[in-house]
């Protein structure tokens, strides 16, 4: 099917957000503590709205319910994947996520969550948190109940361009000055290890720490990506991520692009630039799908590109 299916986002405010989605993707956001643009949702708390007239009133989730041809009649209750902007203005707090055996066992049959970070911008001196330095899982306790986050948590510095592939299980956080594209299985299943003892409204928000030090592997693997270039004539491709649950990539278009879309699905979000997708106008911030069978697309213009697909 030749048509594409533009998204409207939806936004979340968050005591850790800023006011970037405004100042750098120019969207008309609820507050200057906005953390979270659901680019690509179709979940339950947050369902982008299809802009594409021939889909009009349809939310993701509908049309993932009525017209599972565009999405290659693919099996399964929900959308698979969900795409975000955040911008942490602070810090976010630090947590994991289980896999799909212990979210299915533990958290009403849920699916578990596998994430992955594309880092779009950051101040200088930024970092990230990814995995912990505990050798066991008396360790790990003992480090969690002492509150010795300065030994546990392994702190990476980031620059812009960097990806991370975030396993359940892998102890992590996003940390202030910092914009990323998260790729992420269609779930909200997280186990808040440490909040910085912050107050929302009032309170202290839950922390999940006897769910945690189940799930935190220990030792935590290294994070390795390994990703692979390809030139082409006016465009490059770079493979960041494939694994279980989907593969993502950054396109980068210098002029123009043919793309050929032959996956179930292919959500693509517009990082920087502007430009056409087969003569309509997009530019950074747009967000939408190419559905099953749209076979090529004729990308114009300077654009940069996440795409992800399974
Ligand atoms: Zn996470």
Request: glycine share 8%; aromatic share 10%.
């Given at each position: 099917?030749k ?18 989605l ?98 779009l ?26 509150a ?28 202030q ?17 440490y909040?910085y ?10 922390l ?6 189940e799930?935190?592997?220990t ?8 990703i ?48 056409t ?9 747009s967000h939408?799908i ?21």
């Amino acid at each position: 099917m030749k048509t594409i299916i533009f998204l409207q986002p939806v936004f979340k405010e968050m005591i850790w957000g800023g006011n970037k989605l405004k100042t750098d993707f120019g969207y008309d956001i609820p507050s200057d503590n906005t953390g979270e643009c659901w680019a690509i949702a179709a979940h339950k708390n947050g369902d982008s709205l299809v802009l594409t007239p021939e889909f009009s009133g349809y939310t993701l989730s509908r049309l993932w319910n009525e017209k599972r041809e565009l999405f290659g009649n693919l099996d399964g209750e929900v959308f698979p994947l969900l795409i975000k902007i955040i911008d942490a203005k602070a810090d976010l707090s630090i947590q994991v996520h289980p896999d799909d055996e212990y979210a299915k066992k533990n958290e009403n049959g849920s699916l578990g969550k596998t994430e992955c970070w594309y880092i779009l911008d950051c101040d200088e001196g930024a970092d990230i948190i990814v995995g912990h330095n505990a050798q066991s899982k008396d360790e790990l306790r003992s480090m969690v109940e002492e509150a010795r986050w300065n030994d546990l948590l392994r702190k990476i510095p980031i620059k812009k361009g960097d990806f991370f592939q975030i396993d359940p299980g892998c102890l992590h956080a996003i940390r202030q000055g910092t914009v990323i594209l998260e790729t992420q299985q269609n779930s909200d299943i997280t186990y808040r290890v440490y909040d910085y003892d912050r107050l929302s409204d009032g309170k202290p928000r839950e922390l999940h720490t006897e769910k945690s030090l189940e799930v935190i592997t220990t030792p935590a693997k290294e994070s390795v990506t390994d990703i692979k270039t390809e030139k082409h004539d006016g465009f490059t491709r770079e493979k960041l991520i494939e694994c279980d649950y989907y593969s993502v990539e950054r396109i980068v278009v210098e002029k123009s692009a043919r793309i050929d879309q032959t996956y179930n699905f292919m959500n693509v979000s517009v990082v920087e630039g502007e430009g056409t997708v087969d003569g309509e106008k997009i530019k950074k911030g747009s967000h939408f799908i190419l559905p099953c069978g749209y076979g090529e697309a004729e990308f114009s213009g300077n654009l940069e590109l996440i795409i992800s697909y399974i």
